[in-house]
């Protein structure tokens, strides 16, 4: 089993920044990729970042440029560093780390962005 926690949401202004950080404890070494996921009022969940245990990422067309994943394998820790943010950003954003034999998800954590 694995447990994902994520924290850092909150209300922010458009233009504003903030970190969001997700830390997953239990049978860690069968993580292989971690990721973040959103899902806005009315819409659909859609891919955020996805980070590899090598460091490879690959972001959403509608963030890139603006969000940055990182992660350190050591503290087990996934961090999205979101910059420039538009109401649009609004979301819960979920973690995600794909393992074996499943699949693992957090419960989420809010971003709001006020115009």
């Known amino acids: 089993q694995v447990q994902l926690v994520e924290s850092g949401g909150g209300l922010v202004q458009a233009g504003g920044s903030l970190r969001l950080s997700c830390a997953a404890s239990?049978?860690?070494?069968?993580?292989?990729?971690m990721g973040w996921y959103r899902q806005g009022p009315g819409k659909q969940r859609e891919l955020v970042a996805v980070?590899?245990?090598?460091?490879?990422?690959n972001y959403g067309d509608s963030v890139k440029g603006r969000f940055t994943i990182s992660r350190d394998n050591a503290k087990n820790t996934v961090y999205l560093q979101m910059s420039s943010l538009k109401p649009e950003d609004t979301a819960v954003y979920y973690c995600?780390?794909?393992?074996?034999?499943?699949?693992?998800w957090g419960k989420g954590t809010l971003v709001t962005v006020s115009s």
């Open positions: 980070i590899t245990s090598g460091g490879t990422t």
């Open positions: 995600k780390a794909a393992s074996v034999p499943h699949d693992y």
């Open positions: 239990g049978n860690t070494f069968r993580i292989n990729d």
